[in-house]
Structures are given as structure tokens and as C-alpha cells.
């Protein structure tokens, strides 16, 4: 079975710094990985996903991924933050339906930008 | 656009009545989850259904029930409310593991109080 794990709960950082939020998976087989945004009072939003191909991966609001099937992580980062990117991040993976076919979520990242 | 509609955005209900939690997708997706939503807990994966009539357990079935009588419509059957059940719900809908443009999408939440 598949499953998640989001290595901090909450990550304070100041405005105009780097982050990097981190997310390791377990799998005996290929799966799809991806990262999605919650902004407060809000549903899920998409940020990036890694389906197959380059291991870098590009997303909205200069999000980036990097895929490393050796470690298996999934960690998401971004050069510079702003204060607008407060938010929860879930990391995600589902694999294919003989292999469970479950949409199984992180516990989650908070991410509190401060001025 | 694709759209994912719950029925409700904030519900009150009494311990021991039967709650109905209604989800309708738009997109023509096979695949639909429910998941409950607690702080520090994540997205925890109450059941998902990958074609109409067919649903598997997720990671905390108890207490719950499911519906899936047409390909756009999930229903969450809560069989007998209880306070520990207090929760944001969150109904998701993708194309199959198979699609190169799989991903989910997710409702607005339904906010969910047992009294």
C-alpha cells in the first residue's frame, strides 16, 4: 500500500527567502505524484504534478519539484516566497487501480511567510 | 471549467441522524473520493469509487457509507451521526490512473458539525 509522509508539520519563513517543503512516499510500484495548495477558508488547488519524464518539475507560483525514485521524495521548493503564500501544502500519490488505485494525501505543511 | 459541487458548505446535525453529504462532478470523471479533513491529520480517505456501482474502502471506513448510482453523483452516507464525526469533508474527482492528464479536482468542503 501507499503511503505519505510530509517531514514538517509547520515551516515559518521570512518574505523573499527560499523554502523547500519536504515529502517522502512509499511504494512498491510506479506511482504519480503531486503537490496541492490550501489557501485559508479554500478547497485544493493543483500546484504540480510528476506523472512521467523530466524529474524536475515546474508548477504555478514558481513552485518546483524534483522527483528522486532512489529516496523516493517528492520535494517541493520555491527560490523566493511571498507573503501570499501562506498556505497548506499537501503532497499526494496514486497509483494504478491493481496496485490499489488510492488518492492517499501528506498530513500536510504549513507555510507562514512573514514580513 | 471543471467543476466539483457538495451539496452543502456548513451543516449542523444531531448525534444518532442519518446525514446524506452529496458530491456532483461535471467532468465526466471515472474515479471519486471522499476524505475527511482534521488539522494535523491531513486528507484521510473515507472511500473512493472508481466506476458507477463500484466503491473500496479507504483508510477510515467506520461509520460511513457510500453511494454511486450515476457516473457524476457520490454520495456520503454518515449511518448514524456521531460528535466525533465533527469534521470538514471533501469530495474529489479525477480520470483514471491511465489518463496523462490525471489529476483531482476537489469541492469547496462541506463543514460538517455533530451535536
Known amino acids: 500500500a501507499q503511503s505519505v509522509t510530509q517531514l514538517d508539520s509547520q515551516v515559518p519563513v521570512f518574505e523573499e527567502a527560499p523554502v523547500e517543503l519536504r515529502c517522502n512516499y512509499s511504494s512498491s510500484v510506479s506511482v504519480y505524484l503531486f503537490w496541492y495548495v490550501q489557501y485559508p477558508n479554500q478547497g485544493l488547488q493543483l500546484l504540480l504534478k510528476y506523472l512521467s519524464g523530466s524529474t524536475l518539475v515546474k508548477g504555478i507560483n514558481g513552485f518546483e519539484a524534483e522527483f528522486n525514485k532512489s529516496q523516493t521524495s517528492f520535494h517541493l521548493r520555491k527560490p523566493s516566497v511571498h507573503i501570499s503564500d501562506t498556505a497548506e501544502y499537501f503532497c499526494a500519490v496514486i497509483a494504478p487501480y491493481n496496485q490499489g488505485g488510492k488518492l492517499i494525501f501528506g498530513q500536510g505543511t504549513e507555510l507562514s511567510v512573514k514580513p | 471549467d471543471v467543476k466539483v459541487t457538495q451539496s452543502s458548505r456548513y451543516l449542523v446535525k444531531r448525534t444518532g441522524e442519518k446525514v446524506f453529504l452529496e458530491c456532483v462532478q461535471d467532468m465526466d470523471h471515472e474515479n471519486m473520493f471522499w476524505y475527511r479533513q482534521d488539522p494535523g491529520l491531513g486528507l484521510r480517505l473515507i472511500y473512493f469509487s472508481y466506476d458507477v456501482k463500484m466503491k473500496e474502502k479507504g483508510d477510515i471506513p467506520e461509520g460511513y457509507s457510500v453511494s454511486r448510482e450515476k457516473k457524476e453523483r457520490f454520495s456520503l452516507i454518515l449511518e448514524s451521526a456521531s460528535t466525533n464525526q465533527t469534521s470538514m469533508y471533501l469530495c474529489?474527482?479525477?480520470?483514471?490512473?491511465?489518463?496523462?492528464?490525471?489529476?483531482?479536482?476537489f469541492g469547496q468542503g462541506t463543514r460538517l458539525t455533530v451535536v
Open positions: 474529489a474527482s479525477s480520470p483514471p490512473y491511465s489518463s496523462l492528464n490525471t489529476e483531482a479536482f
